[in-house]
């Protein structure tokens, strides 16, 4: 069963860091673009962050210069280094990624459990 397991949230104070975690288990063939996606109560979900599979990144101006999506092929993981927190940061964070299951077939769109972060301020 192929699927997105996210981990690493939690609470933090603000000005802290958190690392959340994304591995894409099962059988998978390749993994397109990765992105975190964060819902606060009462808001939309909004893109936080975005990597392909070329590497290229591209983040939402709220975040630009505090978070960082590296990714390690090697663990099927995409990582959301989250440093200089802020309490407006309090959300939870959705891992979704474009995932091949078998050579030549459509690219599938999955997505993690969600993980809750808290800032305190």
């Known amino acids: 069963q192929v699927q997105l397991v996210e981990s690493g949230g939690g609470l933090v104070q603000a000005g802290g860091s958190l690392r959340l975690s994304c591995t894409a288990s099962?059988?998978?063939?390749?993994?397109?673009?990765v992105a975190w996606y964060r819902q606060a109560p009462g808001k939309q979900r909004e893109l936080v962050a975005r990597?392909?599979?070329?590497?290229?990144?591209n983040y939402t101006d709220s975040v630009k210069g505090r978070f960082t999506i590296p990714r390690d092929n090697a663990k099927n993981t995409v990582y959301l280094q989250m440093n200089s927190l802020k309490p407006e940061d309090t959300a939870v964070y959705y891992c979704?990624?474009?995932?091949?299951?078998?050579?030549?077939?459509?690219?599938?769109?999955?997505w993690g459990q969600g993980t809750q972060v808290t800032v305190s301020s």
């Open positions: 979704n990624a474009l995932l091949g299951l078998s050579a030549g077939s459509p690219l599938v769109d999955y």
């Open positions: 990597i392909t599979s070329g590497g290229i990144t």
């Open positions: 099962g059988s998978i063939f390749s993994i397109n673009a």
